[in-house]
């Protein structure tokens, strides 16, 4: 099945990133490569993430580097996660990845969720901030092609707006779409 792919910008600092969807039989896999700086050191990161058929994630893949440091996160089929080779107890189990480098996995609960205008849904997921991984976005559903995301206990929260298939197209002050297909 052919893919959709993005390119987005970065507001807030300089990169980009390029990120693909396909279909694959009963599973879906989402990857991309972001390149940006992260106080004032550059950085590449690819990820994967495989989900089945309900938009659930089997398995995912980040790696790449900051500055001089490597980073390299997965999770298996039994949702257990790593960072950097260790085990990362408190987000096991956790259905989602929400790539906090990257506006493209808010498409995975956006997807999975299914959520009419003026609904919500809290969503466990593990957050890739820098290094740490922590837990539990919230999305609500404003309008056909508007979410509200929260995080961090509400400490963040802002609008994503969506194209047909998911993807973030407006993420203020962090991501403006360039192109699409």
Do not use: K
């Not at 600092?13 to 694959?24: C, I, M, Y």
């Not at 740490?132 to 404003?142: F, N």
């Not at 609008?159 to 047909?164: C, P, T």
């Amino acid at each position: 099945m052919a893919g959709q792919s993005i390119l987005w910008r970065r507001l807030d600092r300089p990169g980009h990133e390029s990120g693909r969807l396909v279909g694959r039989q009963s599973a879906w896999q989402l990857s991309g490569t972001a390149v940006f700086a992260h106080t004032r050191r550059p950085c590449r990161l690819d990820y994967v993430v495989v989900c089945d058929a309900g938009w659930r994630t089997v398995s995912g893949r980040v790696s790449g580097w900051i500055g001089g440091e490597t980073v390299e996160v997965s999770v298996d089929s039994a949702r257990q996660w790593r960072l950097n080779g260790r085990a990362c107890p408190a987000v096991a189990g956790c259905i989602d990845l929400d790539l906090g480098f990257s506006p493209s996995t808010n498409l995975l609960p956006i997807r999975r969720l299914g959520l009419a205008v003026g609904q919500g849904a809290e969503v466990r997921a593990a957050w890739l901030g820098f290094p740490e991984l922590t837990l539990e976005p919230l999305y609500r559903r404003i309008d056909v092609a508007t979410y509200r995301y929260e995080s961090a206990g509400g400490r963040f929260v802002t609008e994503l707006e969506v194209d047909a298939s998911g993807f973030v197209t407006r993420y203020p002050n962090f991501w403006q779409v360039e192109a699409g297909s």
